[in-house]
């Protein structure tokens, strides 16, 4: 019988960056808008297994914003700006 070849074990990996690279580009405009770094959370998001915990910060990120101002449309005295 014959072995596999070597990269078809890197597969997974590959399809976990294709992920990242629509990950990094959402969240490069999403950090624009967010006032954060761009550039590092478009790396933070090709990373293959950072991008997986990565994911979950940016997504509470963006809801205690969308609270925040909320908040502040309210005028309640406890929003923070952004």
């Known amino acids: 019988m014959q072995q596999p070849p070597v990269w078809l074990g890197f597969m997974p ?3 976990w960056f294709i992920i990242g690279i629509g990950l990094a580009i959402g969240n490069y405009f999403l950090a624009r808008r967010l006032g954060a770094n ?3 959370w478009a790396v933070l998001s090709l990373i293959p297994i950072v991008n997986f915990v990565f994911v979950y910060y940016v997504g ?3 809801v205690f914003a969308v609270l925040d101002r ?3 449309l309210g005028g309640r005295p ?3 700006p952004i």
């Open 60 to 62: 509470y990120r963006v």
């Open 70 to 72: 909320l908040a502040a």
């Open 13 to 15: 990996l590959l399809v």
């Open 38 to 40: 761009q550039v590092l």
């Open 78 to 80: 406890e929003a923070r």
